[in-house]
């Protein structure tokens, strides 16, 4: 089992940077994939990022790219994601998951998730 934790949600401006953190307990953090999900209000989850387990590679959504970092510490069991110019559109509960299995963007290779922090930005 892995326990994820988020933090550094909150409410900011357009334009504006959030920096968001997922801390995990339990197994072998380095032996995890990570990726980062978001879920608007009566939209479905989708993918955000995601970095291999030794921080190695890293993918994005193409309307996060160039705005968005994801990368981790495993000695401190940690996952960021760096939010720079933030839009309205980016409001939504964001999750981090992990994945002993693969690395990709389909939310279902994720096994293990947290509870997920909100990031609203206003207009």
């Known amino acids: 089992q892995v326990q994820l934790v988020e933090s550094g949600g909150g409410l900011v401006q357009a334009g504006g940077s959030l920096r968001l953190s997922c801390v995990a307990s339990?197994?072998?953090?380095?032996?995890?994939?990570v990726g980062w999900f978001r879920q608007a209000p009566g939209k479905e989850r989708e993918f955000v990022a995601t970095?291999?387990?030794?921080?190695?590679?890293?993918a994005y959504a193409d309307s996060v790219k160039g705005r968005f970092t994801i990368s981790r510490d495993n000695a401190k069991n940690t996952v960021f994601l760096q939010m720079n110019s933030l839009r309205p559109a980016d409001t939504a509960v964001h999750y981090c998951?992990?994945?002993?299995?693969?690395?990709?963007?389909?939310?279902?290779?994720?096994?293990?998730w947290g509870q997920g922090t909100q990031v609203t930005v206003s207009s």
């Open positions: 998951a992990a994945s002993s299995r693969a690395w990709g963007r389909n939310r279902l290779l994720y096994d293990y």
């Open positions: 339990g197994r072998t953090f380095s032996n995890y994939a």
């Open positions: 970095i291999t387990s030794s921080g190695g590679n890293t």
